[in-house]
Nanobody
Framework: QVQLVESGGGLVQAGGSLRLSCAASGSIDSINSMGWFRQAPGKQRELVAA???????RYADSVKGRLTISRGNAKNTVNLQMNSLTPEDTAVYYC?????????????????WGQGTQVTVSS
């Protein structure tokens, strides 16, 4: 089993930056690709960014050029650097991990989930 713990959320003004981190523990050797999702009040959960264990990344159109996903030096970490934040980025952000190495683009493709961290961007 794998446990994922997110950190780095908080309150920031529009135009500001935040860096989210996710650390996995447990059977981390089973993890290959990872991703970040978000869910705003009244909206469906959506993919923000994903990264394959072999390097390729994928971003939602709404965050391209502003958010960057990266794996840490340790296999069990993934980060999300968020710049030029807008109020529309306000949501709970979830870290997810999957056993397969290919990019996962929807939630059902992921095997493990964190509890989420709140990001609030004020105008």
């Amino acid at each position: 089993q794998v446990q994922l713990v997110e950190s780095g959320g908080g309150l920031v003004q529009a135009g500001g930056s935040l860096r989210l981190s996710c650390a996995a523990s447990g059977s981390i050797d089973s993890i290959n690709s990872m991703g970040w999702f978000r869910q705003a009040p009244g909206k469906q959960r959506e993919l923000v960014a994903a990264i394959s264990s072999r390097g390729p990344t994928r971003y939602a159109d709404s965050v391209k050029g502003r958010l960057t996903i990266s794996r840490g030096n340790a296999k069990n970490t993934v980060n999300l650097q968020m710049n030029s934040l807008t109020p529309e980025d306000t949501a709970v952000y979830y870290c997810a991990a999957r056993k397969r190495w290919q990019l996962g683009l929807i939630g059902d493709e992921y095997d493990y989930w964190g509890q989420g961290t709140q990001v609030t961007v004020s105008s």
